[in-house]
């Protein structure tokens, strides 16, 4: 779940856990030698883009969060949807991401600002006769990433309406059973269902992303009815809502447009979930399957890099065998707690194994961070 609506006890609590956890970074510093600088810092007044016109081509945004309480990221749309983002940024900290964007009129949004988005205007290239084309590894690396989207949507809406039937016969061993693996397919294509606006919040909200007088729902809503109420009297119209959700998710999917850059940018939202949410718990409260979502993340993002390795062998070998080998110390930490149906709940977790866990994850972020340079 993207921090997008963070409330301000949300962001006081994923400072707190940059403190005790290490490995939060107050940098990132990963900007293509090649590609522009945007500067954008978030306040709590807003947020703007420095400049705020860019000739079209390959941009890295910079952004940085010096103190602002409630607004921990930034991003930039091109007609109502996500391209590119930077969350989790509490205050101190900083990010970047890196997209290729064609001439037209983008919006920065800030969300939780009091003015939440300006104008940014991308103009054509000085001598500049026709958009660049992408190569063919690339061309053939969103193919296969957008048919793995594909994938995924469907068996998440499979596996969904195996769940809510359980969850609306009241059978609460078997719903129980059924929440983290279905919640997988969702976790590992996290990044492009926030680029679906509203969705994300409706599937995946936690109670303390939700604004006073919205309607709470989605996943963690069953979650608390399940493992914290004991009950699930009433839950059927949130269940229903839930399936309609996903199917609508399935359904945008087939419809999205992907640039190669936007895949590496997700791989690196993914490893910040782990990081910022996953790893602090604060992500599955009530059932403690946070190593599911971890798990789902980290497939997620190496699919991301599966399938851009041909451009990336090309342009970075060495990069590739780093990031080959972090996700190798990643995936060893976790198998530590694998059982014969899934994970160990993770308040069995301590202290000791997040922090590694955490140094691990962001150690593979920081890499990862420099492919979409790379290759935008």
């Known amino acids: 779940m993207t921090a997008a609506r963070l409330t301000t006890a949300t962001v006081a609590a994923a400072a707190a856990a940059c403190l005790i956890l290490t490995g939060c970074s107050n940098s990132d510093d990963a900007a293509s030698a090649g590609a522009k600088k945007i500067a954008v810092k978030v306040t709590d007044q807003g947020c703007a883009a420095e400049p705020a016109t860019a000739e079209a081509g390959a941009l890295t945004f910079e952004v940085t969060n010096t103190d602002a309480k409630r607004v921990t990221e930034a991003e930039v749309l091109k007609d109502g949807k996500i391209l590119g983002e930077k969350e989790n940024l509490t205050p101190g900290l900083s990010g970047t991401f890196t997209l290729r964007l064609e001439p037209g009129e983008y919006v920065v949004l800030c969300p939780n600002a009091a003015t939440d988005q300006s104008p940014f205007t991308v103009t054509a290239a000085k001598g500049a006769t026709a958009a660049a084309s992408v190569d063919a590894d690339l061309a053939s690396s969103v193919a296969t990433y957008k048919a793995y989207l594909e994938d995924q949507t469907a068996q998440l809406t499979a596996q969904t309406e195996k769940f809510v039937a359980a969850v609306k016969a009241g059978d609460v061993a078997k719903a129980k059973a059924l929440f983290a693996p279905t919640r997988a397919y969702y976790e590992r294509i996290e990044p492009v269902a926030e680029s679906f606006g509203d969705l994300d919040p409706q599937i995946d909200a936690r109670v303390n ?168």
């Open 209 to 376: 992303d939700v604004d006073p007088g919205d309607e709470w729902t989605g996943f963690h809503k069953l979650e608390k009815a399940l493992w914290a109420d004991g009950s699930l009297d009433g839950t059927g119209p949130v269940a229903d809502k839930l399936l309609t959700d996903v199917k609508d998710l399935e359904s945008k999917v087939t419809t999205v447009e992907l640039a190669p850059e936007q895949i590496a940018n997700g791989a690196v939202g993914l490893l910040d979930e782990v990081a910022k949410s996953k790893i602090t718990g604060e992500e599955d409260r009530y059932s403690h399957t946070d190593l599911w979502d971890f798990a789902a993340n980290v497939a997620g993002a190496r699919e991301a890099v599966d399938v851009l390795a041909p451009t990336l062998r090309a342009k970075d070998a060495a990069l590739l065998t780093t990031i080959n080998g972090q996700f190798k110390d990643v995936l060893a930490s976790l198998s530590q707690y694998q059982t014969a149906d899934g994970y160990e709940d993770y308040s069995a977790v301590t202290d000791d194994q997040r922090r590694t866990m955490t140094t691990q994850v962001n150690a593979l972020a920081e890499s990862l961070s420099k492919v979409a340079p790379l290759i935008a």
